[in-house]
C-alpha cells in the first residue's frame, strides 16, 4: 500500500510542475500581448481630423494623414454627387419613354437626346469606377504616387484630377501609346 502513495505523489508532483511550467508560458504571452497592445496604442492616434477649409501644402510631407483624409473626402463627396446625377438622370429619362411623336423629325431628335445622355451616364460610371479604384489606393497607401515610376504625382495635378494614377510624364506616354496602337 506504501507504494501506490508515493506513485501518487510523484505523479501529483508532475502534473503540478507541468501545470506551472503552463501557467508561465501563459502569463509570459499575456505581458507581451499587453506590451503589444500598450506599444500600439501609443502609436496609434484618433482618426486625423480637417477642417472644412484645408487645402493640401506643398510645406507639408507629401502624402501625410492630413492628406489622404482630405483626398479620401474629396473623393466620396465627388462619387455620392456622380450617383446622385446618375439616378436623377435615369429617373428623368425613363418619364419622357411614354412620348412618342408622330413627327419622324422629333423621334429622331428625342432618340439623339436619349443616346447623348446614355453615353454621358456611362462616362459617369467609368469615373465611379476610377473613384473607387482610387479610394483604393488609399487603403493600400499607394494613393499619390504613379502605377509606373512610383514617384510622386503632386498635389496640384491631384487637386486638379483626383483619380490620377500617372505623372504627367507617365500619363503623357500612355497617351501617345494608345494613339500609335489605335492607329494600326
Known amino acids: 500500500m506504501a507504494k501506490t502513495s508515493k506513485v501518487k505523489k510523484k505523479v501529483t508532483k508532475a502534473k503540478n510542475k507541468t501545470a506551472n511550467k503552463t501557467k508561465v508560458k501563459t502569463a509570459a504571452k499575456t505581458s507581451a500581448v499587453k506590451t503589444t497592445i500598450a506599444k500600439t496604442k501609443d502609436t496609434i492616434k484618433g482618426p486625423i481630423k480637417i477642417s472644412k477649409t484645408y487645402i493640401p501644402k506643398e510645406t507639408e510631407k507629401y502624402m501625410c494623414e492630413k492628406h489622404k483624409v482630405f483626398f479620401k473626402i474629396k473623393l466620396q463627396e465627388w462619387k455620392k ?82 483619380v490620377a494614377k500617372y505623372t504627367i510624364a507617365a500619363q503623357e506616354k500612355h497617351e501617345k501609346d494608345e494613339k500609335v496602337h489605335a492607329d494600326d
Do not use: H, W
Open 81 to 162: 454627387e456622380l450617383v446622385r446625377a446618375n439616378n436623377e438622370a435615369l429617373y428623368n429619362g425613363s418619364m419622357d419613354d411614354n412620348s412618342i411623336s408622330a413627327d419622324i423629325v422629333d423621334q429622331a431628335s428625342s432618340y439623339t437626346d436619349k443616346n447623348v445622355e446614355m453615353k454621358a451616364i456611362n462616362r459617369q460610371i467609368k469615373l465611379i469606377s476610377e473613384i473607387d479604384k482610387a479610394l483604393a489606393r488609399i487603403r493600400e497607401d499607394t494613393y499619390g504616387y504613379c502605377l509606373d515610376t512610383a514617384e510622386p504625382i503632386g498635389l496640384k495635378r491631384l487637386m486638379a484630377r483626383p
